[in-house]
């Protein structure tokens, strides 16, 4: 049973380009968190969504930042006209509906812009 | 959910005993206390959560005290590669697994040889 996929590992960008991030999660879970870690920081909450929904986006930022959980494929992450500030380590997570455990963490994009 | 409070770093001879502290004072009857890691430049690793009974898995043993405000995470016997970032937090384990996670600073494990 695979973990939780996140893919690229590794995505460089220039100022001003869309950075695209992916998320499978796992066989069975229904439910994907997003989380930002910059340089030497904690993990922030960034959002929350179920299939076809966004449940929780607070910590998101309000602009160039946006998220999506389709029917069918990963989940998407998605920033638009990336600046310096964007670089950092994205992770994703999964659960399932009933969450005793907690939630699979994948292991992460690393997002550098230049 | 409850605030936690836990020491910046801690140090750990390795095939030691490494007792990591937390205090969540605030806590409410319905929230968990969880414990997770993050070993370099990886994602955050499930260790073991509780209510009130003190839990033991393959990984760690978790001690939560009677009044609950405070537990403490066992790894019996240390080794290199538990260095890591080692998270306690508390929230509501509900049905429809709603709740985000929400990470502190959490405390820098290093164990040395």
């Known amino acids: 049973n695979a973990g939780v996929m996140q893919n690229p590992r590794h995505l460089v960008r220039r100022r001003g380009q869309e950075a695209r991030l992916r998320c499978s999660p796992m066989k069975g879970h229904s439910h994907v968190y997003w989380y930002r870690q910059l340089p030497e920081e904690g993990l922030k909450f960034m959002v929350y969504l179920q299939k076809e929904n966004i449940i929780d986006e607070s910590g998101m930022p309000k602009e160039r930042f946006s998220a999506e959980f389709p029917k069918e494929g990963p989940s998407i992450l998605r920033i638009q006209q990336v600046v310096r500030g964007d670089s950092a380590a994205y992770f994703c997570?999964?659960?399932?509906?009933?969450?005793?455990?907690?939630?699979?963490f994948g292991s992460g994009t690393r997002l550098t812009v230049v | 959910d409850a605030k936690t409070t836990q020491p910046p770093s801690m140090d750990c001879a390795e095939g030691r005993a490494a007792n990591l502290p937390c205090n969540h004072s605030?806590?409410?009857?319905?929230?968990?206390v969880y414990w997770y890691r993050q070993i370099h430049s990886q994602g955050p690793q499930y260790i073991i959560h509780?209510?009130?009974n003190n839990e033991t898995n393959e990984m760690a043993s978790l001690i939560i005290t009677e009044d609950r405000k405070s537990s403490t995470l066992i790894l019996p016997h240390a080794t290199l590669r538990d260095t890591a970032v080692y998270y306690c937090?508390?929230?509501?384990?509900?049905?429809?697994?709603?709740?985000?996670?929400?990470f502190g600073g959490g405390t820098r494990l290093m164990v040395k040889p």
């Open positions: 937090i508390v929230r509501v384990r509900n049905n429809n697994a709603g709740n985000m996670l929400t």
């Open positions: 605030t806590i409410s009857g319905n929230e968990y």
């Open positions: 997570a999964s659960s399932p509906l009933t969450s005793a455990e907690g939630y699979t």
């Open positions: 509780g209510l009130k």
